[in-house]
């Protein structure tokens, strides 16, 4: 299987803030790289597919890049709806495994 | 619009036997994989497998194969995931996914499975 690692495991910021998600894989993925938001008590949500793609209706403050088998995910201003947990997930090779979450606190 | 909608929370006792679903709709049901994930209470996501609906093709995480089936019926557009002896450790909410070759595009709102003797 292809691990997924992210980092931080969590992160404090403030609303108008730029943070940047790592997520790095165990072994080359191409682009196949998804980022996925989920708030609590609610279903995961699709940000950003093959790496660097918005999802549709995504705002375009998120933002991806990478491939191979590091890659990140930038939110330039924080909204006060942007605090979740996020995920990594790989779709190069199944199991399509998720990355272990960053939780995105308030400062 | 695209939905998933998952059926309603169960509650189990240990070495019952149980099916989910997750009904597909506004798309074509079998242009693409129903995958399924499972979150444990407080943790994150894993990838359970996934089936391609059009011909019931399955893909399993070595981490869950032979401890569940998923299965689907494209004449009502549906997918399953079964157990056919529940543990307590099975216990966790269960989302089903629309997904294309490339990334994980919609999800289920999520179905709540407690084991619990």
């Known amino acids: 299987d292809i691990q997924m690692t992210q980092s931080p495991f969590s992160l404090s910021a403030s609303v108008g803030d730029r943070v940047t998600i790592t997520c790095r894989a165990s072994?080359?993925?191409?682009?196949?790289l998804n980022w996925h938001q989920q708030r609590p008590g609610k279903a995961p949500k699709l940000l950003i597919y093959t790496a660097s793609s918005l999802q549709s209706g995504v705002p375009s403050r998120f933002s991806g890049s990478g491939s191979g088998t590091d890659f990140t995910l930038t939110i330039s201003s924080l909204q006060p709806e942007d605090f979740a947990t996020y995920y990594c997930q790989q779709s190069f090779s199944t199991p399509h495994t998720f990355g272990q979450g960053t939780k995105l606190e308030v400062k | 619009e695209v939905q998933l909608v998952q059926s309603g929370a169960e509650v189990k006792k240990p070495g019952e036997s149980l099916r989910i679903s997750c009904k597909g709709s506004g798309y074509i049901f079998t242009g693409y994989w129903i995958s399924w994930v499972r979150q444990m209470p407080g943790k994150g996501l894993e990838w359970m497998g996934r089936i391609n609906p059009s011909d019931s093709y399955t893909n399993y995480s070595p981490s869950f194969q032979g401890h569940v089936t998923i299965s689907a019926d494209k004449s009502i557009t549906t997918a399953y995931l079964q157990w056919s002896s529940l543990e307590a450790s099975d216990t966790a909410i269960y989302y089903c996914a629309r997904a294309t070759q490339a990334a994980t595009v919609n999800w289920g709102q999520g179905t709540l499975v407690t084991v619990s003797s």
């Open positions: 072994q080359t993925i191409s682009n196949y």
